[in-house]
């Protein structure tokens, strides 16, 4: 299957509708869809552009992994959910524009995506999940959403093109090997109000050359700066 032409009155993609069509180049999802689910385009790793539904609501997990050869991807407005591991190992996606509607970053959502070079989190971001960009490994610069709470556990681990980066002043956790081995990391401002740095956070970051821990810190877990 080298092509798809959608109905324009087509609702929802199924669980592993296309999975696996490996001749899949290109696929335009007509307006009417507002639901791919889990697996549907998982593997399709000659697909190089999908052009999304302007009213989706929800990308489910796994639903464009292992798509090997998409290199840039548009998330409108309207999607609200991504469920984790939904452009996983997408190794060729080198731009992504993120809807201003999501509040979650899920699981291993771009984790893989190694020729990623930047992102943008939208300010309606609340958290970024465990693993959610980890081994990014030409990702330089990621800007953070002004309304951030938490940077989950391994979330940026293995970036090891990040430079630098601004925590903002709204998050308060930084989990485990938030930022593992990012060797090329050369500066981290913290957010004024965080509280606790987690287990081996900033392990490895061996171009680090100073931090600035602000009172608001109570807890430093071991490894952190190791």
Do not use: M, Q
């Amino acid at each position: 299957l080298k092509s798809a032409k959608l109905s324009n009155n087509l609702k929802s993609i199924g669980e592993d509708a296309f999975r696996g069509c490996s001749n899949l180049d290109n696929i335009v999802i007509p307006d009417s869809v507002t639901t791919i689910v889990s697996g549907a385009f998982y593997d399709c790793s000659n697909l190089k552009s999908a052009k999304l539904s302007n009213n989706l609501k929800s990308i489910g997990e796994d639903a464009f992994r292992g798509c090997s050869n998409l290199d840039n991807i548009v998330i409108p407005d309207s999607v609200t959910t991504i469920v984790s591991g939904a452009f996983y190992e997408c190794s060729n996606l080198k731009s992504v524009k993120l809807s201003n509607s999501l509040t979650n970053i899920d699981e291993f959502l771009f984790s893989g995506c190694s020729s990623l070079k930047d992102i943008t989190i939208p300010n309606s971001v609340k958290n970024i999940s465990d693993y959610a960009f980890k081994s990014c490994s030409n990702l330089k610069s990621a800007k953070l959403s002004n309304h951030l709470k938490s940077i989950g556990e391994d979330a940026f681990g293995f970036c090891s093109s990040l430079d630098s980066i601004v925590i903002p002043d709204s998050v308060t956790t930084i989990d485990i090997r938030a930022f593992y081995e990012c060797y090329n990391l050369k500066s981290a401002k913290l957010s004024n109000n965080l509280k606790s740095i987690g287990e081996d956070a900033f392990r490895g970051c061996s171009n680090l050359d100073n931090i600035v821990i602000p009172d608001s810190v109570t807890t430093i877990v071991s490894g952190a700066f190791y």
